[in-house]
């Protein structure tokens, strides 16, 4: 006991001195999403054992919220008196919006709604100390600092996805989830619940979707790409009971959170067909999916398949009580429709013209029905394809070219495309990144920069985009812990990007308050990436730049190789390059090292840093460090195409023109291709080349490629100033490979010249 006493005492002291430091980032509210308007006060509010809470009915699940909030994460019990009040007020005009008010006589939370007052709550919680999240909160009294925030969202829907079909995961891991989503003030929750690999829900009229859909035998180990695929023998599945799920869902209501349920058709289906043989096309006994892609095995446009599809959602529909319904729709191979007697006479009974106008009348004939139940459906952006139901709701994920497309139909849209959305891809260059979906990068600094607005649509048809959700597809992510790691902190920016005016946006600051956010996700045991104390580099015309994304930070590096440590060297300009080098760099308090050690090995060439011409442009999506990444001594990632150093070209054919400024001997000219045929991707077939103002006189012939790469070493023993690089395309993909008939991609990576 008397050990407790000091130890209460110590964090009293330190509380006190924390109150004394004159830093007002001390002081400053560190609240994520930042609110629209927000101003600090003078005073602080005490919040000890005399304070006590008022409200009404109305206000009833934000109220119990703080006050079980309060109660269970210290020793304060809240009194009846109104020094904590909830006031409705119908001047605020926005559902979702709220004034919280703190001067040191009173906490006042206004909102129209008890969702806006949940809101205030959230940012009120973020206000008070980290230790009330798991109950260490020993100290008689908070002191909350006074401030007046005005505050609500910019877009309606602010949502998370998150797929249990390729690894399913708890309940309590949901509701886990569920809370984070509320803390941020975000209010939907996409539960993606069927897939070629599981079934997670149970229907009781169809009890094989739970015997036997929600299992599979074994699972893919490591990637997909791998030759051979190599996989670990072992049952995997699960499903969620029905009384789990009305569970799940009540909890979600009382955080505000509504949940969108995926049922997904026509494709992404083997799972049902392997229970149900008679809702494919061949009627054949098929395995649930062991692996990861695109499946032919989908639902057939048959009535029997229409009947089962109807129960099933008339089961689902009576555990969800959300406006919508979430049909799926995407990634639905024709190929056994074009095969079908029943998918071709229906396409003949209909008048349709072919299996993509199919694809619309099965959704359009689903949309029909949950109209009639008086729900509405979302489906992928592919549900654009052969015409869009009447009153459907596109996600689109396949860039923005769908939600262009729909909002110009006055069609509502919510953004989720892969570019901003996904964070089942990496989120960092280092190595020991766990593997992730089709080599995807998207560091925090890109999700928060996401406008989910494309700049095509006029003001009116902005007016049709909801929101934006995160998706998170777990091929790759096979239990909880990584779910975290993936989700967190990409899903702080997200919600930032949907809850913060664009004004009042600011990525320095923001990181800023990841950083000190990061308490609050130890104290609730989130598993989160921890980026911020990493450094990044890049090459400038002055020699090789380090940063922090965070400011005021001590880098220390070396350029030998060997590890950075309190005693080498403190950056403080660009470092030299005029040989091979191996940058490592780390920050630094006073005592330790903060984050991981940086590594950029260089190689020193002849045209590194001098001028480059590109006759056309890389993709946007893959436009790395621009031409000039091209000759800047770094090569790019063995593992992926979506960094800083591959450029990706769209079916051209590229014309390349290297300036050395003045004749020098050339001995050889070495560069490389991605070749990833699965991705579109094809090294070309020939490099021309020439020197001075010869212009293109001869060629090389491409070698066959090694794993995913194709290197090509052109020898010379020339003298001369300019380079000249033409680099035809593939040409046509051929015949029985992804994407026969289009043109596939160029990448390109460092041009080496020595």
Same mark, same amino acid.
């Given at each position: 006991?008397?050990?407790?006493?000091?130890?209460?005492?110590?964090?009293?002291?330190?509380?006190?001195?924390?109150?004394?430091?004159?830093?007002?980032?001390?002081?400053?509210?560190?609240?994520?999403?930042?609110?629209?308007?927000?101003?600090?006060?003078?005073?602080?509010?005490?919040?000890?054992?005399?304070?006590?809470?008022?409200?009404?009915?109305?206000?009833?699940?934000?109220?119990?919220?703080?006050?079980?909030?309060?109660?269970k994460?210290?020793?304060?019990?809240?009194?009846?008196?109104?020094?904590?009040?909830f006031?409705?007020?119908?001047?605020?005009?926005?559902?979702?919006?709220?004034?919280?008010?703190?001067? #040191? @006589?009173?906490? *006042?939370?206004? &909102?129209?709604?008890? /969702?806006?007052?949940?809101?205030?709550?959230?940012?009120?919680? +973020?206000?008070?100390?980290?230790?009330?999240?798991?109950?260490?909160?020993?100290?008689?009294?908070?002191?909350?600092?006074?401030?007046?925030?005005?505050?609500?969202?910019?877009?309606?829907?602010?949502?998370?996805?998150?797929?249990?079909?390729?690894?399913f995961?708890?309940v309590?891991?949901?509701?886990?989830?569920?809370?984070?989503?509320?803390?941020?003030?975000?209010?939907?929750?996409?539960?993606?619940?069927?897939?070629?690999?599981?079934?997670?829900?149970?229907?009781?009229?169809? #009890? @094989?979707?739970? *015997?036997?859909? &929600?299992?599979?035998? /074994?699972?893919?180990?490591?990637?997909?790409?791998a030759?051979? +695929?190599?996989?670990?023998?072992?049952?995997?599945?699960?499903?969620?009971?029905?009384?789990?799920?009305?569970?799940?869902?009540?909890?979600?209501?009382?955080?505000?959170?509504?949940?969108?349920?995926?049922?997904?058709?026509?494709?992404?289906?083997?799972?049902?067909?392997?229970?149900?043989?008679?809702?494919?096309?061949?009627?054949?006994?098929?395995?649930?999916?062991?692996?990861?892609?695109?499946?032919?095995?989908?639902?057939?446009?048959?009535?029997?398949?229409?009947?089962?599809?109807?129960?099933?959602?008339?089961?689902?529909?009576?555990?969800?009580?959300?406006?919508?319904?979430?049909?799926?729709?995407?990634?639905?191979?024709?190929?056994?429709?074009?095969?079908?007697?029943?998918?071709?006479?229906?396409?003949?009974?209909?008048g349709l013209?072919?299996?993509?106008?199919?694809?619309n009348y099965?959704?359009?004939?689903?949309?029909?029905?949950?109209?009639?139940?008086?729900?509405?459906?979302?489906?992928?952006?592919?549900?654009?394809?052969?015409?869009?139901?009447?009153?459907?709701?596109?996600?689109?994920?396949?860039?923005?070219?769908?939600?262009?497309?729909?909002?110009?139909?006055?069609?509502?849209?919510?953004?989720?495309?892969?570019?901003?959305?996904?964070?089942?891809?990496?989120?960092?260059?280092?190595?020991?990144?766990?593997?992730?979906?089709?080599?995807?990068?998207?560091?925090?600094?890109?999700?928060?920069?996401?406008?989910?607005?494309?700049?095509?649509?006029?003001?009116?048809?902005?007016?049709?985009?909801?929101?934006?959700?995160?998706?998170?597809?777990?091929?790759?992510?096979?239990?909880?812990?990584q779910v975290?790691?993936m989700?967190?902190?990409?899903?702080?920016?997200?919600?930032?990007?949907?809850?913060?005016?664009?004004?009042?946006?600011?990525?320095?600051?923001?990181?800023?308050?990841?950083?000190?956010?990061?308490?609050?996700?130890?104290?609730?045991?989130?598993?989160?990436?921890?980026?911020?104390?990493?450094?990044?580099?890049?090459?400038?015309?002055?020699?090789?730049?380090?940063?922090?994304?965070?400011?005021?930070?001590?880098?220390?590096?070396?350029?030998?190789?060997?590890?950075?440590?309190?005693?080498?060297?403190v950056?403080?300009?660009?470092?030299?390059?005029?040989?091979?080098?191996?940058?490592?760099?780390?920050?630094?308090?006073?005592?330790?090292?903060?984050?991981?050690?940086?590594t950029?090995?260089?190689?020193?060439?002849?045209?590194?840093?001098?001028?480059?011409?590109?006759?056309?442009?890389p993709?946007?999506?893959?436009?790395?460090?621009?031409?000039?990444?091209?000759?800047?001594g770094?090569?790019?990632?063995?593992t992926?195409?979506?960094?800083?150093?591959?450029?990706?070209?769209?079916?051209?054919d590229?014309?390349?023109?290297?300036?050395?400024?003045?004749?020098?001997?050339?001995?050889?000219?070495?560069?490389?291709?991605?070749?990833?045929?699965?991705?579109?991707?094809?090294?070309?077939?020939?490099?021309?080349?020439?020197?001075?103002?010869?212009?293109?006189?001869?060629?090389?012939?491409?070698?066959?490629?090694?794993?995913?790469?194709?290197?090509?070493?052109?020898?010379?023993?020339?003298?001369?100033?300019?380079?000249?690089?033409?680099?035809?395309?593939?040409?046509?993909?051929?015949?029985?490979?992804p994407?026969?008939?289009?043109?596939?991609?160029?990448?390109?990576?460092?041009?080496?010249?020595?």
């Amino acid at each position: 006991m008397q050990f407790k006493k000091i130890a209460v005492l110590m964090v009293f002291i330190t509380f006190l001195y924390n109150c004394d430091s004159p830093n007002p980032e001390k002081t400053k509210p560190q609240i994520i999403p930042m609110p629209a308007q927000m101003e600090s006060t003078k005073g602080e509010f005490v919040l000890d054992q005399s304070v006590g809470m008022s409200f009404d009915s109305n206000f009833k699940v934000s109220a119990t919220f703080l006050k079980e909030f309060i109660e269970k994460g210290s020793a304060i019990q809240l009194q009846q008196n109104n020094k904590i009040s909830f006031i409705q007020d119908d001047t605020i005009s926005n559902d979702e919006g709220y004034q919280l008010t703190i001067t #040191p @006589k009173q906490i *006042e939370i206004r &909102a129209k709604t008890d /969702q806006g007052a949940f809101y205030a709550v959230q940012s009120l919680r +973020q206000l008070l100390p980290v230790d009330l999240e798991n109950g260490t909160f020993y100290m008689e009294n908070i002191t909350i600092p006074c401030v007046t925030i005005t505050d609500s969202p910019q877009f309606k829907h602010r949502g998370m996805h998150l797929d249990v079909g390729r690894h399913f995961f708890s309940v309590d891991f949901i509701k886990k989830y569920i809370d984070a989503l509320a803390m941020l003030k975000m209010n939907t929750f996409h539960w993606h619940l069927t897939e070629d690999q599981g079934w997670r829900i149970e229907i009781k009229k169809y #009890p @094989k979707l739970q *015997e036997v859909a &929600a299992f599979r035998e /074994q699972t893919l180990i490591g990637s997909y790409n791998a030759d051979p +695929q190599q996989f670990d023998g072992k049952r995997y599945g699960g499903f969620y009971t029905q009384e789990e799920i009305k569970d799940v869902v009540a909890y979600a209501q009382n955080r505000h959170v509504t949940i969108i349920p995926e049922i997904e058709m026509p494709g992404h289906a083997q799972a049902a067909i392997s229970a149900y043989p008679e809702l494919g096309c061949t009627g054949e006994q098929i395995k649930v999916a062991e692996t990861w892609g695109v499946f032919d095995h989908i639902f057939c446009s048959k009535d029997e398949t229409f009947e089962f599809l109807e129960n099933v959602l008339d089961e689902v529909l009576e555990l969800f009580p959300s406006k919508y319904i979430h049909i799926g729709g995407d990634e639905a191979p024709k190929t056994h429709w074009e095969n079908c007697p029943n998918c071709q006479q229906r396409i003949k009974e209909e008048g349709l013209k072919d299996e993509h106008e199919l694809q619309n009348y099965f959704i359009t004939r689903i949309e029909k029905y949950l109209n009639g139940k008086g729900r509405q459906i979302i489906g992928w952006d592919e549900i654009l394809e052969g015409g869009l139901a009447p009153n459907a709701t596109v996600m689109s994920w396949r860039g923005t070219q769908g939600a262009i497309e729909a909002a110009k139909q006055h069609h509502n849209v919510i953004m989720t495309p892969t570019s901003h959305c996904y964070f089942d891809y990496k989120q960092s260059d280092n190595e020991d990144e766990p593997l992730a979906n089709s080599g995807g990068f998207l560091p925090l600094e890109k999700v928060y920069s996401f406008n989910p607005i494309p700049e095509e649509l006029t003001e009116e048809e902005s007016q049709y985009v909801l929101g934006a959700q995160g998706n998170v597809w777990t091929e790759y992510i096979p239990n909880e812990k990584q779910v975290e790691y993936m989700v967190f902190p990409r899903i702080l920016a997200m919600s930032e990007v949907l809850w913060t005016p664009t004004n009042n946006k600011n990525y320095a600051d923001f990181v800023a308050r990841v950083e000190h956010f990061h308490q609050r996700m130890d104290a609730l045991e989130i598993n989160y990436a921890n980026h911020l104390y990493e450094v990044e580099g890049e090459v400038t015309s002055t020699g090789y730049k380090l940063t922090s994304i965070l400011e005021n930070k001590t880098i220390r590096y070396t350029t030998d190789g060997t590890e950075p440590s309190l005693t080498s060297e403190v950056y403080s300009g660009a470092i030299p390059i005029n040989t091979d080098l191996v940058i490592k760099a780390a920050i630094f308090n006073s005592d330790k090292k903060l984050g991981a050690t940086f590594t950029q090995p260089i190689n020193y060439h002849k045209a590194l840093g001098k001028k480059i011409n590109i006759n056309v442009q890389p993709s946007k999506t893959y436009a790395g460090s621009g031409a000039d990444g091209l000759i800047n001594g770094i090569t790019g990632s063995d593992t992926r195409i979506n960094d800083k150093e591959w450029l990706g070209f769209d079916g051209e054919d590229l014309e390349i023109t290297i300036d050395l400024g003045e004749e020098m001997e050339i001995n050889s000219i070495e560069t490389r291709f991605y070749e990833a045929p699965w991705m579109w991707i094809y090294a070309p077939k020939v490099i021309e080349f020439g020197i001075d103002q010869e212009g293109i006189n001869s060629k090389a012939e491409i070698p066959e490629s090694i794993g995913t790469h194709t290197v090509v070493k052109i020898k010379l023993n020339e003298t001369t100033r300019y380079i000249h690089l033409r680099i035809p395309n593939f040409g046509l993909i051929p015949e029985g490979k992804p994407g026969a008939g289009h043109q596939p991609w160029t990448f390109i990576d460092e041009i080496i010249v020595n």
